[in-house]
């Protein structure tokens, strides 16, 4: 069954250091989500990307993140300068369209930073 | 406001019982979605069944079904013939088809099945 891969699965870095997570969706999916779940907390969202731009975001999503589909198959999300609070596990996740009944996600990758 | 509230932090049920999660919704948007995920302990999101605001029937998936009262706003998650394997995280979520594609969750509930 296609899934949705995430890389790493679990990445630790030092405070202010750049980060980049990287996510495959499912091949003939359209749009790439990205999620955030501080440990023991309810998953936020993060941001939506659909034909090569971000069509939507949250609050969350400042200035200090930013995501992009460098070829035809990965998706990233970069942080830079992390902070602790950007600790948390960071879900991608893709849908055929934007009004799709099933939204899979990934295994998610877990961010600690110290 | 809380867009989707999962009032119940715990819940425990017995094999083979039934479990209902339970979840309400707040939203004036007249087309939206409902969503339930499963989280194990290993943090992997799954997805188990999706109900339309616009479905006539009560979506169904297997063991799952959601109980979906949209005078009430509530889409209770009925887990039957509950397995060990069922202990997890449960996580309602909504979509707001104006408000894009972003979904919303809610806290979650854990689920323990004993033996």
């Known amino acids: 069954e296609p899934e949705v891969t995430q890389t790493p699965s679990h990445q630790v870095t030092q405070m202010g250091q750049e980060v980049i997570l990287r996510c495959v969706p499912i091949?003939?999916?359209?749009?790439f989500y990205w999620y955030r779940q501080i440990l023991g907390q309810k998953v936020e969202f993060l941001v939506s990307?659909?034909?090569?731009?971000?069509?939507?975001k949250s609050e969350i999503f400042d200035d200090q993140f930013s995501v992009e589909r460098p070829d035809g198959s990965n998706f990233t999300l970069k942080i830079r300068s992390t902070k602790l609070e950007d600790s948390a596990m960071y879900f991608c996740?893709?849908?055929?369209?934007?009004?799709?009944?099933?939204?899979?996600f990934g295994e998610g990758s877990r961010l600690t930073v110290l | 406001a809380q867009k989707i509230t999962q009032t119940q932090p715990g819940m425990f049920v017995q094999e083979k019982e039934a479990v209902t999660l339970d979840c309400t919704y707040d939203t004036s948007d007249p087309s939206y979605g409902l969503f339930w995920y499963k989280q194990p302990s290993s943090g992997e999101m799954i997805f188990l069944i999706y109900q339309g605001s616009y479905d006539q029937q009560n979506a169904t998936e297997g063991r799952y079904s959601l109980n979906f009262q949209k005078a009430r706003k509530s889409a209770n998650l009925v887990i039957s013939a509950s397995q060990l394997g069922d202990s997890a995280m449960y996580f309602c979520a909504m979509r707001e088809n104006q408000a894009g594609t972003a979904l919303i969750f809610g806290k979650g509930t854990t689920l323990s099945v004993s033996s």
């Open positions: 990307f659909y034909n090569n731009e971000i069509s939507e």
């Open positions: 091949s003939n999916h359209l749009y």
């Open positions: 996740a893709s849908s055929v369209s934007g009004g799709s009944r099933e939204l899979f």
